[in-house]
């Protein structure tokens, strides 16, 4: 009873304190470290049925300096689905003292549509009030209508690292019998419900946070911030009615959605026979129908279709020769259907920066469509969009993640392949010398194999001779260097890799004092990575790729020098980090080894100083130099 009548105090004392916003006073420290405070956030979501949903934001923010200018942009973002109803805005200056109204006129409409998208439903309203003299305030209120219940915005109220909160709330309003899913993070408390009319209410709300500093290597920002997920039970979206209790019935109505939109036209069929049916194996029929894609379509992001989840059916793709994830995916499974080879569509959260969907979650959650092609041992996964991958390679584009495979039997969470560190590696061999005043001439042949290889592979397949050479000058981490020469073989293998060539000169490469030489025997992988703060971090430390890098290194030096000082031999781990080098000098020649070795890790910052120490030490030892003295005529 005591927590429902706080909690009503709290928005009680919202809705009074809206009017004195922006002009109440900031609470002591809560604008330390921040360019913008949230004075006062409400979202309001109102579940009108199955089919229609009502999202009311009002909210004031005060802009701080230049680094919250953009926050005081209102982006709102709309399509065929999601209606604007209302825009409303004020601008208040640092005396809260209103300066003006936002006008109609004021509201930019433009296309949300990028370069390489054919046709979008996407538009965006902006709108600005450009004002420059800190600080400053906004408010902003708006409502949107959304046709279905298949998108339902997370709320997370403190949206940025350098965001304070002073006040915020979520209510969500639905029928009294809907049950209405949800997951919550940094939030201790079950939300509080209670009867409005004859609905009901689900209600949260913060208060006075600080802002958020992102560390280095955390984790995902819903891990680190109050966010609350929502989904519905039961949804229709442009009359398609699906539930999303559990990933089964998600795929069930992503399956029933694209149904019999896999129907090829004669000539395709004619020509995946022609393609295959001399081959002997499922295996050689999937890189032949694969390859046939890839030569013949091309992809174009087009977001048209309902809320962008029904695919165009294959005879578009055919006749067109192009289509969005989506489209080139079921064009694929057609292919292999035609040819006798189950196949199925799978919905995955494709990016090598984002986050793993939360899988206890069943929820809209995804952002890309491959293909996975089961097989007797392991299935065969195809990423439909590109023109160059080979059959089997996911990368860090896809791999090491959740993906929902698609049946008529509905949805079924699985793993896409898994890249492993002996997979993702580095291996470097540098033969070099340096001349007397220091120089460096250099011969370095590095391979790099899964993940490892997927930023050069796309740099060698994206960029023009000008840009790539461009992009050779700035890839080592050197003072100033010149490359003389390159060349790179590429290995189409499922597991792709590349052998890179190249001639370095580099003009004062070690140091030349009086009679001493002073030489770092690690030309390219120098750690320049350390926990900052680590005494003071809030947040768990993440490694999600693994990965081994290794360097064997031999460099000639002038004739006449002997050594002086030499770095001992490195050993280090730290749960599953592992570091190792050692060093030998043969007559004129210096033979160096470098081994890195990283699995998957969580470390709390309670166990961070272990791995501060950690990385202190590599960063110490990939410092070191050896010392050579000029011997005496």
Avoid at 17 to 29: D, E
Avoid at 116 to 142: C, G, I, M, Q
Wanted: charged share 20%.
């Amino acid at each position: 009873m005591l927590r429902s009548f706080l909690v009503i105090l709290f928005f009680s004392c919202c809705a009074m304190a809206v009017a004195q916003f922006p002009s109440a006073p900031i609470p002591a420290g809560l604008a330390d470290n921040a360019s913008a405070i949230v004075r006062y956030s409400e979202r309001e979501i109102i579940l009108r049925d199955k089919g229609n949903v009502l999202i009311r934001n009002h909210y004031v923010y005060t802009i701080l300096n230049s680094g919250g200018n953009d926050y005081a942009k209102l982006i709102l973002p709309y399509d065929k689905l999601k209606k604007v109803l209302s825009i409303e805005g004020t601008l208040f200056d640092a005396e809260g003292k209103k300066l003006r109204s936002l006008r109609k006129s004021e509201i930019k409409d433009y296309s949300n549509t990028s370069e390489d998208n054919l046709a979008d439903d996407d538009r965006v309203k902006l709108h600005n009030f450009d004002h420059s003299v800190y600080p400053y305030s906004v408010e902003y209120e708006t409502a949107i209508e959304m046709d279905g219940l298949f998108y339902l915005p997370a709320w997370t109220p403190v949206f940025n690292e350098n965001i304070a909160v002073q006040a915020a709330s979520l209510q969500v309003i639905t029928e009294p019998g809907y049950e209405l899913r949800f997951k919550a993070y940094n939030y201790a408390q079950a939300p509080i419900i209670t009867s409005v009319k004859k609905d009901k209410k689900y209600s949260w709300a913060v208060a006075n946070i600080a802002p958020v500093k992102d560390e280095a290597y955390s984790p995902a920002w819903h891990e680190m911030v109050p966010t609350v997920f929502i989904a519905p039970s039961s949804f229709e979206m442009q009359k398609y009615a699906g539930s999303m209790n559990n990933w089964n019935e998600f795929g069930t109505f992503i399956y029933t959605l694209n149904a019999n939109r896999n129907v090829l036209p004669e000539q395709v069929k004619q020509k995946v026979h022609a393609l295959t049916n001399g081959l002997a194996t499922d295996k050689q029929k999937i890189t032949v129908l694969y390859k046939y894609l890839q030569q013949n379509t091309r992809y174009i992001s087009i977001q048209l279709g309902i809320g962008g989840w029904q695919t165009l059916d294959a005879g578009f793709v055919a006749s067109k020769g192009y289509g969005d994830c989506k489209a080139l995916s079921n064009y694929m499974n057609a292919l292999l259907t035609e040819a006798g080879i189950p196949s199925h569509i799978a919905l995955v959260k494709a990016g090598s920066d984002e986050a793993s969907i939360i899988p206890d979650f069943s929820s809209n959650q995804f952002n890309h469509v491959i293909v996975c092609v089961p097989q007797p041992k392991d299935s065969i996964w195809l990423e439909c969009t590109s023109q160059t991958s080979q059959p089997g390679y996911m990368g860090s584009f896809t791999g090491n993640r959740h993906a929902l495979l698609i049946s008529e039997k509905g949805g079924t969470l699985v793993r896409t392949p898994y890249y492993g560190a002996p997979d993702n590696v580095q291996k470097r061999i540098i033969k070099a010398a340096i001349d007397e005043k220091g120089g460096l001439n250099a011969t370095v042949t590095s391979n790099y194999s899964g993940m490892q290889q997927d930023r050069l592979d796309g740099a060698i397949k994206q960029l023009s001779t000008t840009q790539f050479a461009d992009y050779m000058k700035r890839k080592f981490d050197l003072p100033s260097y010149e490359v003389v020469d390159f060349s790179h073989s590429v290995n189409t293998a499922a597991l792709p890799s590349i052998e890179e060539k190249v001639t370095l000169k580099v003009a004062h490469y070690a140091s030349v004092t009086g009679k001493r030489l002073f030489v770092n025997p690690n030309l390219l992988s120098v750690s320049s990575f350390k926990i900052k703060d680590a005494a003071n971090r809030k947040f768990d430390f993440e490694f999600k790729i693994p990965f081994i890098d290794t360097d064997s290194v031999e460099i000639e030096i002038p004739a006449g020098y002997k050594a002086e000082a030499v770095p001992t031999a490195v050993d280090i781990r730290s749960g599953t980090s592992i570091y190792k080098s050692s060093l030998k000098i043969a007559g004129q020649k210096i033979i160096f080894t470098r081994y890195y070795s990283q699995q998957p890790q969580r470390s709390s910052p309670a166990n961070i100083k272990e791995l501060a120490d950690f990385f202190e030490k590599v960063y110490k030892a990939d410092h070191s130099k050896i010392v050579f003295v000029k011997e005496s005529a």
